[in-house]
């Protein structure tokens, strides 16, 4: 029977894919669970985008489902140079919303410069569906040797984070249930990646791994990454940026920001010799601004967390769902 926690990112959704998809497809590229599959010098990746609310502060279905493939074809080195888009519509459903969806779908995809090339549309009967579902898919290209990829992950390395954590999981969250807080906006990071991963490709950097942390947050990511290389990842809780916002919806909330869901970050692992050059070319380009070392690679297995104490605890894959419906 499925769960609402077999779409969460987490342990169940791993189970999911292990036992009921891998050993059926049988493919060598699907069987690296990258952000998207490596088909020689092209890199393929689909998603299916069924947030809830559709539109919430910083952005809307439309604008996610454009960069949330995007962004995945960035993850593993490639150029993204065309999308489709397939928009399941329920009988019933605004017209003019799906003007805004469209519209910030080909905004953003105009915005990283990738086409939308392709398209489908299907309606389904009232009740079938919960309005609006856009699946996109995306083809990128792969250049000269920038092929990250957790195998290249070594003790040494840094990794470091391109902005506040949590800022998408909680826009989202505080909306649905109606959560006010005073002292700051919350508004969702969702943005295209592809100028951030220009750059790094542009400085030259030996960039080993990157991962936008989407369902299950950066915690979930860092987990597999560092499961993939067979190394444990140190984090230091004080290097983490978390908007003040942020912060206090989880504390109200009792989440953990490390868990929650974003749509506009990437998680970089390089050399830790070149962790400050890397720091500063996310800084002088979109979407990188609060760019920060947030932690290191070492000898070991699993990724722990040295809290602003002076402790450590062990981080751990989700088991169930703590934001359904958050992409």
Known sequence: MILMGHGAGGRLSHQLVEEHFLPRFGSS???ELMDAGVVGELALTTDA??????????????????AGTINDLCMVGAVPVGLSAAFILEEGFSLEELDLHVQALADCAAEAGVPVVAGDTKVVPRGAADGLFITTSGVGRLEGGFRPS??????????IVSGTLGDHGMAV?????????????LRSDVAPLAGLVRALRGAGLEVHAMRDPTRGGAAQSLLEIAGDAGVRITLDEAQIPVRGPVRAACEILGLDP??????GKLLLILPAAQADEA???LRDARYGQAAAVIGRVEEGRGVVLRTSLGTTRSLRMAAGELLPRIC
């Open 279 to 281: 720091v500063a070319v």
């Open 173 to 185: 969250m505080a909306l649905r249930e109606g959560l006010a807080l005073g002292g700051g906006e």
């Open 150 to 159: 957790p195998r290249l992950v070594r003790p040494g390395d840094a990794v």
């Open 29 to 31: 590229a699907l069987s």
């Open 258 to 263: 490390l868990y929650v869901a974003n749509e």
């Open 49 to 66: 985008f069924v947030v809830t609310p559709r539109v919430f502060p910083g952005g809307c279905l439309g604008r996610l489902a454009a």
